[in-house]
């Protein structure tokens, strides 16, 4: 074979070779993709447009399909591209499919049901394993399935996921597993829960950078972060750590504000969900001033998670914050029931003024919780609680869904007469007279009073206290009270007075 013609020989081979390899590259080039939620075992919500998206070669049709009904969308000149699938009912495993050019991605175990995201700080994370009573109906339930966010941050907004699997599993969370549990039964259809939570996080770590525009508060925490180089630096240098993070890196980096949210909350978006279970305060419980600026910075939260959703609507239900006193140093002789003394009252009284916001519901926790752990364990009451609510805003029913909410209030001599919301049956757990009120006259003094129940009426007096003019009510760490209404939920704390302290 002469040289010329062994030269011709090798680069046809060569173009043969290149051939078969560019037709490979092509065939497995993966230009279609879904965004992070969308994986095998996933549950889509039922009787609402279903949100699908994700990326292909620009400007190329894409067909999604869902048990047997198809959307026809085409990608932007970017390759990004989003169908809305129509209202389904419960049920499944269905097939799902999205196709586009000569690629298909094709999932067979897809579930139509509930699906809610669960989302806080520690109390949300505490796992079902350390909670006996919860941990036991592990094994007694069905259909739950659950996605579980990475703990990590981001310094600007993520819309992937880097790890996290759809899991034929309970959530780890009591909260969210109680929750998801007694959903599950009462209503009978699959529940899908995404966790996103990371102890000892602030509201302000769920803030996206555009909340500086509205939040005073939050444009100052945000100009301080900024500026701190070296924090910043810390931070870059944790997350390029090989490896498992070490607990003291895990706990600054979750401290932080807006970091989490762009890592943990925005690549969620817009998964049509049914709504948002929300346990967290505790971070934002320092001062009375940052307990006060809670309604502000939630209200402005919750409408923005709603703008970005696209959904109408996107119900949220918040866990407001049990009993507690603190640390068991605390200062000598600390009232636990006195309403004066400093205490969570206030961030409580933040969030009961959530359910003023469309939409929003607040689950009353104030008989459970422990006086110096910040972590109780009777959080069984808690998922149930959720449940109930959930149930409420999932077929728009009427009825007992929430303890006693303070109604309005009349003087008469030296009695007060106090009316309920949600009173019907109204009584005592331990059948013996209703406990936690006082009273205040001109003076802003407070006394214990005591109380009789009257149909859906509570009658108070104070000893001593011949002008009453207001009442608090479990207005205080850890109040003992014990007035409940027919279904066993327990009054909510108030408060009638405008006192600074």
Not at 181 to 197: E, H, R
Not at 394 to 404: M, Q, R, Y
């Amino acid at each position: 074979m002469t040289l010329q013609k062994k030269s011709v020989k090798d680069f046809t081979n060569r173009l043969f070779l290149f051939t078969v390899l560019f037709s490979s590259l092509s065939l497995f080039s993966n230009d279609l993709k879904l965004g992070s939620l969308f994986q095998e075992h996933m549950v889509l919500q039922r009787n609402m447009p279903i949100n699908i998206w994700g990326k292909s070669l620009p400007s190329k049709q894409v067909n999604v399909a869902l048990n047997n009904k198809m959307i026809t969308v085409v990608s932007d000149a970017k390759g990004n591209w989003k169908a809305i699938l129509p209202k389904f009912k419960a049920g499944g495993p269905f097939k799902f499919s999205v196709t586009s050019e000569d690629e298909s991605i094709i999932f067979k175990d897809v579930m139509i049901g509930e699906v809610w995201i669960c989302a806080g700080q520690s109390n949300m994370v505490w796992p079902h394993k350390k909670i006996k009573e919860i941990h036991k109906l592990d094994a007694l339930s069905k259909n739950i399935r659950t996605f579980e966010m990475p703990q990590t941050v981001a310094f600007q907004k993520q819309n992937n996921i880097q790890n996290g699997v759809w899991a034929l599993k309970n959530p780890s969370s009591a909260v969210a597993f109680s929750f998801s549990y007694f959903l599950q039964k009462n209503i009978g259809v699959p529940v899908g829960v995404i966790l996103t939570a990371w102890g000892s996080s602030s509201i302000e770590g769920w803030l996206p950078r555009e909340a500086t525009k509205q939040l005073p508060h939050f444009n100052e925490i945000m100009e301080t972060f900024d500026a701190d180089q070296e924090k910043n630096q810390q931070i870059k240098s944790i997350l390029n750590t090989k490896g498992k993070r070490k607990r003291e890196d895990d706990i600054f980096l979750r401290r932080q504000p807006n970091i989490l949210y762009n890592a943990m909350m925005n690549p969620i978006i817009p998964y049509t969900s049914r709504g948002l279970v929300w346990y967290q305060g505790e971070s934002n419980t320092k001062t009375k001033e940052t307990m006060l600026q809670y309604k502000e910075t939630f209200t402005f939260w919750a409408d923005y998670l709603r703008n970005q959703w696209q959904q109408s609507p996107l119900e949220i239900i918040v866990v407001a914050l049990p009993g507690y006193i603190g640390k068991t140093n605390k200062k000598p002789r600390f009232d636990a029931e006195n309403p004066t003394e400093k205490s969570w009252a206030w961030m409580r009284a933040s969030q009961f003024e959530l359910d003023k916001i469309k939409n929003v519901s607040v689950v009353t926790t104030i008989d459970l919780g422990k006086a110096f752990n910040i972590h109780p364990s009777d959080k069984l009451p808690v998922g149930k609680r959720v449940a109930l609510l959930a149930e409420k805003v999932t077929f728009n029913k009427n009825g007992l869904f929430n303890g006693p909410i303070f109604k309005n209030y009349k003087i008469r001599k030296n009695k007060i007469i106090i009316k309920f919301f949600d009173a019907k049956g109204l009584t005592t757990n331990d059948t013996k007279a209703p406990r936690g009120f006082w009273i205040s006259d001109k003076n802003k003094k407070w006394h214990k009073a005591t109380a009789v129940i009257k149909g859906k009426k509570v009658i108070i007096k104070g000893e001593g206290v011949e002008k009453p003019l207001h009442v608090r009510y479990a207005f205080s760490a850890k109040p003992d009270v014990n007035l409940v209404n027919k279904i066993g939920l327990p009054a909510r704390p108030f408060r009638t007075d405008t006192f600074q302290n």
